[in-house]
């Protein structure tokens, strides 16, 4: 379903998608690179880990597995942003259980 170009910022329905999935994919970022500074910090203030321990960590299976579902998940919702008002009811509950799993 397309909208109505007079409703956007960009007044160009491809930029709009565009210009949504960007902010979409900042705000992911932003999220996360917060959220692990303030975990760096809090691991390092406890003496729990040493600066380059994440840079050489090798995750095992299981973890790899849900490394693998959250990136899904994040660009799904990225790449989803455009069209994010127009999500069936299946998708929405299809998107919930991707969202479960990878929360393990």
Do not use: C, H
Request: no cysteine; proline share 3%; glycine share 4%.
């Amino acid at each position: 379903m397309s909208r109505d170009v007079s409703d956007s910022y960009l007044k160009d329905e491809m930029l709009e998608n565009l210009g949504r999935m960007t902010f979409q994919l900042l705000s992911e970022l932003w999220i996360t690179r917060d959220r692990l500074a303030v975990v760096e910090q809090l691991l390092a203030d406890k003496g729990v880990v040493g600066p380059r321990e994440a840079d050489d960590y090798i995750p095992t299976a299981d973890v790899a597995e849900r490394l693998e579902s959250m990136r899904k998940l994040m660009v799904d919702n990225v790449l989803s942003a455009p069209v994010r008002n127009n999500l069936s009811v299946s998708d929405l509950v299809a998107k919930g259980e991707l969202m479960k799993r990878s929360e393990g």
